[in-house]
């Protein structure tokens, strides 16, 4: 189990720098102005076939049973990714008195 676990985070740590590399600079909302920050939530939980990073999550809802149009169920699915994946490297910083940061901190730091 150790061994998917790692090939696990290995895959998603590369998978970030990719898409670090080459995710467009959406920029933040105006946070004073509440039609963009309502405007937002809908546009990045919108689902759209055909883009892999879609595809990956709706396979995921798929698969949780999971309802993509409820909010909460995002919510709970993202926690349970960052359970599977972070809890360890959480407890391990936190252990070791290191805050946990930011991810890109994190990954440079690797606790």
């Not at 490297?89 to 805050?99: H, I, M, R, V, Y």
Request: aromatic fraction near 10%.
């Amino acid at each position: 189990m150790t061994a998917r676990k790692h090939d696990a985070s290995t895959r998603f740590w590369n998978l970030v720098q990719k898409y670090e590399s080459v995710a467009p600079d959406t920029g933040d909302p105006d946070w004073n102005d509440p039609s963009s920050v309502l405007l937002r939530l809908p546009l990045s939980c919108s689902i759209v076939p055909g883009n892999p990073l879609d595809d990956a999550i709706a396979l995921a809802f798929a698969k949780t049973a999971f309802d993509v149009r409820d909010p909460l169920q995002w919510k709970i699915l993202l926690g349970l990714f960052c359970i599977a994946h972070f809890w360890q490297l959480a407890e391990t910083c936190s252990a070791q008195g290191l805050d946990t940061g930011t991810i890109r901190e994190t990954r440079q730091r690797r606790c």
